[in-house]
């Protein structure tokens, strides 16, 4: 069974910092990995996936993802207090894509 | 407008009482899900349905049962709610294995 497991579990940054969130994994089978957010009394929202090896960028955010080391991490550039967020990643179960394996979070606060 | 909505968005029950929370999406998705979020446990999964009536238990399905006899609809089913099943449920439905789609949440309070 998939393992995730995110740190650090809390970050309070200032405003305009970059931000790096981590996530580790301990099965490379894996074939999909998300990073999801979730704002204060709402729902989970997809951010971003990446799926091979590699970094991916998507405006102000990247995802890095290096399966032999079962890691992979979220970065914020220029980091908002809209921004501020519990930071969810999330692995595919191997031999069921469909369900995901998620971490606890990581709780983000930028300050103004 | 894709979309998946719960009902209720808040309920009290009572110990011993049955309750119902529905979830429907307008996307056509083949895949719903039905999660409970509490405090420091994260996400945790109780069923995933791959289709009409083809629903397969998740990692805490035990006092919970769910339904689905239309594509569009999933509901979660608690018999006989106990206090420890108080707890924020997501609904989320998904076209294949990657993004998930999450209805806003019902509160559950069992007093």
């Known amino acids: 069974q998939q393992n995730v497991q995110q740190s650090p579990e809390s970050l309070i940054v200032p405003e305009g910092a970059r931000t790096s969130l981590n996530c580790t994994f301990s099965?490379?089978?894996?074939?999909y990995f998300w990073w999801y957010r979730q704002h204060s009394g709402k729902a989970p929202k997809a951010l971003m996936s990446i799926f091979s090896n590699g970094e991916k960028e998507e405006g102000r955010f990247t995802i890095h993802l290096n399966k032999a080391s079962l890691h992979f991490s979220l970065h914020i550039r220029d980091s908002q207090p809209s921004d501020s967020a519990l930071y969810l990643c999330a692995v595919s179960s191997v031999g069921d894509n469909s369900k995901l394996i998620w971490g606890l979070g990581t709780s983000l606060v930028v300050n103004p | 407008d894709m979309k998946v909505t719960q009902m209720p968005r808040y309920l009290i029950k009572r110990m011993g009482e049955n309750v119902l929370l529905e979830c429907g999406q307008d996307m056509s998705h083949e895949t719903m899900y039905w999660y409970r979020q509490d405090p420091g446990l994260g996400l945790q999964l109780i069923y995933i349905s791959y289709d009409v009536d083809s629903n397969s238990e998740g990692d805490i399905p035990k006092g919970y049962r769910v339904s689905r006899k239309k594509r569009e609809h999933f509901s979660l089913i608690l018999d006989s709610a106990k206090t420890n099943q108080t707890s924020v449920y997501f609904c989320a439905s998904s076209p294949g294995p990657e993004r998930l789609f999450f209805g806003h949440g019902t509160k559950l309070s069992v007093l």
């Open positions: 099965d490379s089978a894996s074939q």
